[in-house]
């Protein structure tokens, strides 16, 4: 724990994910609430999206979901949110051809429903 799952239009082709979640994983790291091994993060590239109404090939979006256990703060969570937010800005094409949505949520896990196994690998 936790989890980030991060989704992107298509129409961000200057948009490097990998590097967006590397700066994201810092962040998580940095906030002091998990340990380095534990986060996880992903990327996809979504083909079949609508930005609000109109069909304007001009609207994009960054969107990340950030899944932990539940227990902690709403200061917390709001901070964890921002961080997570503030990475992908930074990675956020500057592109003034384009309207570019980025968001963050945080979604908490209930414990019970959790489970986990841990298999480090042989050295």
């Not at 967006?20 to 996880?40: H, M, P, R, V």
């Amino acid at each position: 724990m936790p989890h980030l799952y991060l989704e992107y239009s298509d129409n961000l082709a200057s948009f490097d994910a990998a590097t967006a979640l590397q700066q994201a994983n810092l962040a998580l790291q940095a906030s002091g609430q998990f340990s380095e091994i534990d986060i996880k993060s992903r990327a996809c590239m979504v083909s079949c999206y609508q930005v609000g109404t109109a069909r304007d090939p001009q609207r994009a979006f960054i969107h990340a979901r950030l899944a932990i256990l539940e227990g902690r703060s709403e200061a917390v969570q709001q901070a964890l949110a921002q961080q997570v937010l503030d990475a992908l800005l930074v990675h956020c094409p500057a592109d003034p051809a384009l309207d570019v949505q980025v968001s963050c949520e945080v979604q908490q896990i209930a414990r019970a429903s959790y489970a986990k196994q841990h298999r480090q690998a042989a050295n």
